[in-house]
């Protein structure tokens, strides 16, 4: 995989169990800089497993996960610490309901970056206006729609100025009609230069959006490569399948 | 059909405003013909009973009311203050323990053992046991230092039987906020304490406020079991009243004190939409 510049994240060989179902069984991908990677697969073919692995939400069986060339998976490695490079836009938002939308977004900036307050809350108005939710600063999340919601939780992944984005499905949960201006917000990172990882089930936003369309399949990544080879001449058999059943569901 | 339209809407309404105006009379003429009925009922049993007169004497004499009440108030005044000190230290005690028992790092075994007896214990043993146990068994080891005070000695019994209570409470509330919440909170670089302290408890505390408060009510009435190791409380000092002039009236007067703050409280509690009823 000789593309862009030098990876960001590296995972190899990762393996994750829960009890007796194995649910990772040697998973390889990596991303580049300034890449966004989709991740595709049937549901509970264990994408958000393996974004929450990213993370060390999960801890790993089996495999590697490196940050900018340094391992994160080791037991060595303080948790907190790679966190801190990393963000995440949860597949159900997870916003925080006891505090207002600029609270959610300034709250990792104050309480683990140590910004100041002033700062803090100066970047976080930024952040959301950029976002178009400029105005809704002291509503509680769930005063907003469920799009405006997942924009918050962007916005609250983006603030600690992250060396890589994990998105979770973020259109998922969402109306028809709110999957859009979601999508926008994805886009204006993307075209920021943001490295990511999107877990997705929106083909044709895979298509626009991804340098590389990874597919995951039985715990393993069985095809991966540019978003018009892997969606339109899929070489294996397993993709092409999945193709097929999402075409029939009228998805892709 | 264009004339219904214009004309129908109003005078519906009318007629349904007239509907609900007539069901409201008839619905309070009911509420109250039923209260005259039962209120009325239960008065003139009671009243025309043949013991009445004597019940009247011993339990609502107002001489006797106004002569005990100024020391009854006294010994309330010791209620609440034990009250208040108790629930300050029952809130952190509790607090502490639902937090070890939540806390899942092996460093930690030892305490969580020792907080789950201690929850099983002081919860499972009746809190009149605790204080007479408290009261009586630590004085009695007769070791330096130890408080000797009784009122010291309740107040420590109920502190170890209610922090067993309200750890629980805690617990709950903890266990109900969801793990996606936590997921979130580290996602954005937070430590496991700081996502606790930061995202979880205050989530936590504000879905058990009422079962907190519910469990507050019910240990304002229980500072009464100290007495049975010997404080003048308001309860106490009703029954040295009663013994020396066999009247029942001050008695009357305490629980009339506890109903003026249990009765807001319990108000407080189903404003709150609590749940269940206060123990
Ligand atoms: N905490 C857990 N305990 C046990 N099993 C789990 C846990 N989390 C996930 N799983 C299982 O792992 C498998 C993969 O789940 P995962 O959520 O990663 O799938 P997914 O690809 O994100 O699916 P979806 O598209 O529906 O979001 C599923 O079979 C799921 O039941
Ligand atoms: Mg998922």
Same mark, same amino acid.
């Given at each position: 995989?000789?593309?862009?510049?030098?990876?960001?994240?590296?995972?190899?060989?990762?393996?994750?169990?829960?009890?007796?179902?194995?649910?990772?069984?040697?998973?390889?991908?990596?991303?580049?800089?300034?890449?966004?990677?989709?991740?595709?697969?049937?549901?509970?073919?264990?994408?958000?497993?393996?974004?929450?692995?990213?993370?060390?939400?999960?801890?790993?069986?089996?495999?590697?996960?490196?940050?900018?060339?340094?391992?994160?998976?080791?037991?060595?490695?303080?948790?907190?610490?790679?966190?801190?490079?990393?963000?995440?836009?949860?597949?159900?938002?997870?916003?925080?309901?006891?505090?207002?939308?600029?609270?959610?977004?300034?709250?990792?900036?104050?309480?683990?970056?140590?910004?100041?307050?002033?700062?803090?809350?100066?970047?976080?108005?930024?952040?959301?206006?950029?976002?178009?939710?400029?105005?809704?600063?002291?509503?509680?999340?769930?005063?907003?729609?469920?799009?405006?919601?997942?924009?918050?939780?962007?916005?609250?992944?983006?603030?600690?100025?992250?060396?890589?984005?994990?998105?979770?499905?973020?259109?998922?949960?969402?109306?028809?009609?709110?999957?859009?201006?979601?999508?926008?917000?994805?886009?204006?990172?993307?075209?920021?230069?943001?490295?990511?990882?999107?877990?997705?089930?929106?083909?044709?936003?895979?298509?626009?959006?991804?340098?590389?369309?990874?597919?995951?399949?039985?715990?393993?990544?069985?095809?991966?490569?540019?978003?018009?080879?892997?969606?339109?001449?899929?070489?294996?058999?397993?993709?092409?399948?999945?193709?097929?059943?999402?075409?029939?569901?009228?998805?892709? | 059909?264009? *004339?219904?339209?214009?004309?129908?809407?109003?005078?519906?309404?009318? *007629?349904?405003?007239?509907?609900?105006?007539?069901?409201?009379?008839?619905?309070?003429?009911?509420?109250?013909?039923?209260?005259?009925?039962?209120?009325?009922?239960?008065?003139?049993?009671?009243?025309?009973?043949?013991?009445?007169?004597?019940?009247? =004497?011993?339990?609502?004499?107002?001489? =006797?009311?106004?002569?005990?009440?100024?020391?009854?108030?006294?010994?309330?005044?010791?209620?609440?203050?034990?009250?208040?000190?108790? *629930?300050?230290?029952?809130?952190?005690?509790?607090?502490?323990?639902?937090?070890?028992?939540?806390?899942?790092?092996?460093?930690?075994?030892?305490?969580?053992?020792?907080?789950?007896?201690?929850?099983?214990?002081?919860?499972? #043993?009746?809190?009149?046991?605790?204080?007479?146990?408290?009261?009586?068994?630590?004085?009695?080891?007769?070791?330096?230092?130890?408080?000797?005070?009784?009122?010291?000695?309740?107040?420590?019994?109920?502190?170890?039987?209610?922090?067993?209570?309200?750890?629980?409470?805690?617990?709950?509330?903890?266990?109900?906020?969801?793990?996606?919440?936590?997921?979130?909170?580290?996602? #954005?670089?937070?430590?496991?304490?700081?996502?606790?302290?930061?995202?979880?408890?205050?989530?936590?505390?504000?879905?058990?406020?009422?079962?907190?408060?519910?469990?507050?009510?019910?240990?304002?009435?229980?500072?009464?079991?100290?007495?049975?190791?010997?404080?003048? =409380?308001?309860?106490?000092?009703?029954?040295?009243?009663?013994?020396?002039?066999?009247?029942?009236?001050?008695?009357?007067?305490?629980?009339?004190?506890?109903? #003026?703050?249990?009765?807001?409280?319990?108000?407080?509690?189903?404003?709150?939409?609590?749940?269940?009823?206060?123990?």
């Amino acid at each position: 995989m000789a593309r862009g510049g030098p990876p960001v994240i590296e995972v190899r060989g990762v393996t994750k169990a829960f009890g007796e179902r194995e649910v990772l069984h040697g998973v390889d991908f990596d991303v580049a800089e300034h890449e966004a990677v989709a991740l595709i697969g049937a549901s509970g073919s264990g994408k958000s497993t393996l974004l929450r692995c990213i993370d060390l939400l999960e801890e790993i069986d089996d495999g590697d996960i490196f940050l900018d060339g340094e391992v994160i998976t080791d037991p060595s490695v303080p948790p907190v610490a790679v966190r801190r490079k990393l963000g995440v836009v949860f597949q159900a938002y997870n916003l925080f309901p006891h505090m207002s939308v600029l609270q959610n977004v300034v709250l990792g900036q104050m309480r683990a970056q140590k910004v100041g307050r002033r700062e803090a809350e100066e970047e976080g108005r930024a952040l959301l206006a950029r976002f178009g939710l400029a105005g809704r600063e002291d509503d509680r999340p769930e005063e907003l729609s469920g799009g405006q919601q997942q924009r918050v939780a962007i916005a609250r992944a983006f603030a600690g100025k992250p060396r890589a984005l994990l998105l979770d499905e973020v259109t998922s949960a969402l109306d028809p009609e709110l999957v859009g201006e979601v999508l926008e917000a994805v886009r204006d990172l993307k075209a920021a230069g943001m490295t990511m990882v999107i877990a997705t089930h929106e083909m044709a936003f895979a298509r626009e959006v991804a340098d590389e369309v990874a597919f995951l399949h039985q715990g393993r990544i069985v095809e991966s490569g540019p978003p018009r080879q892997v969606l339109e001449e899929p070489h294996a058999e397993e993709t092409r399948r999945f193709l097929a059943r999402l075409l029939e569901a009228g998805r892709a | 059909m264009t *004339e219904t339209a214009t004309t129908a809407p109003g005078a519906r309404r009318l *007629e349904r405003e007239a509907a609900k105006r007539r069901r409201a009379r008839r619905n309070a003429g009911i509420a109250a013909a039923s209260s005259v009925i039962v209120i009325g009922g239960l008065a003139a049993l009671i009243l025309t009973s043949p013991g009445w007169p004597t019940v009247r =004497e011993t339990f609502f004499s107002w001489s =006797e009311f106004r002569n005990a009440f100024p020391e009854v108030l006294n010994g309330f005044w010791l209620d609440i203050k034990v009250f208040m000190v108790v *629930e300050a230290a029952v809130l952190v005690i509790a607090l502490v323990i639902a937090m070890i028992r939540v806390n899942r790092s092996p460093g930690l075994f030892p305490v969580r053992l020792l907080s789950t007896v201690w929850v099983d214990v002081f919860r499972g #043993v009746p809190t009149v046991l605790l204080v007479y146990l408290v009261g009586f068994g630590v004085p009695a080891l007769e070791l330096e230092g130890l408080p000797t005070d009784p009122v010291v000695l309740g107040g420590i019994a109920l502190t170890l039987s209610y922090s067993g209570y309200v750890s629980e409470v805690y617990r709950a509330g903890i266990n109900s906020v969801h793990r996606g919440q936590t997921d979130a909170a580290l996602s #954005v670089g937070l430590t496991q304490t700081q996502a606790m302290r930061h995202v979880v408890l205050p989530q936590a505390i504000r879905r058990v406020a009422p079962p907190l408060l519910n469990d507050f009510v019910a240990l304002q009435k229980d500072v009464a079991l100290i007495s049975i190791i010997g404080p003048q =409380e308001a309860f106490r000092v009703a029954q040295i009243y009663q013994g020396e002039n066999f009247n029942y009236t001050p008695i009357i007067a305490a629980a009339m004190l506890y109903l #003026v703050i249990t009765i807001p409280l319990a108000r407080i509690v189903d404003r709150m939409g609590g749940a269940g009823g206060v123990r």
